[in-house]
């Protein structure tokens, strides 16, 4: 499984920005998926993790009521969709995949997609 994240960008303060993932591989092996995201100097965070079907998701308080986490499977996509943006957003953002291989289970992280938000 290899993931791709897209959508990064510079962002002013209260603007919006779209992130997608794209699963490739043994996508059917796919179960949760989530967003990280690491600001320099900081541990890597989650910001929003998705069951497999996509019916349960959970944030970060810090992104809660601004950033919707959402997958379609059948485009094997995972999007973050971030609103009132704030500089202390600013990250490089990391998909993040669990997924079985053999009876295990395994994950993998995309390169990561670099957001500024300016103030």
């Known amino acids: 499984v290899h993931l791709m994240e897209s959508g990064g960008g510079l962002v002013q303060a209260g603007g919006s920005l779209r992130l997608s993932c794209a699963a490739s591989?043994?996508?059917?092996?796919?179960?949760?998926m989530g967003w990280y995201r690491q600001a320099p100097g900081k541990q890597r965070d989650l910001v929003a993790g998705?069951?497999?079907?996509?019916?349960?998701?959970n944030y970060a308080d810090s992104v809660k009521g601004r950033f919707t986490i959402s997958r379609d499977n059948a485009n094997n996509t995972m999007y973050l969709e971030m609103n009132s943006l704030k500089p202390a957003d600013t990250a490089v953002y990391y998909c993040n995949a669990v997924y079985s291989e053999t009876g295990r289970f395994l994950e993998v992280w995309g390169q990561g997609t670099l957001v500024i938000v300016s103030s």
């Open positions: 998705i069951t497999a079907g996509g019916r349960t998701t």
């Open positions: 591989g043994d996508i059917f092996s796919i179960d949760d």
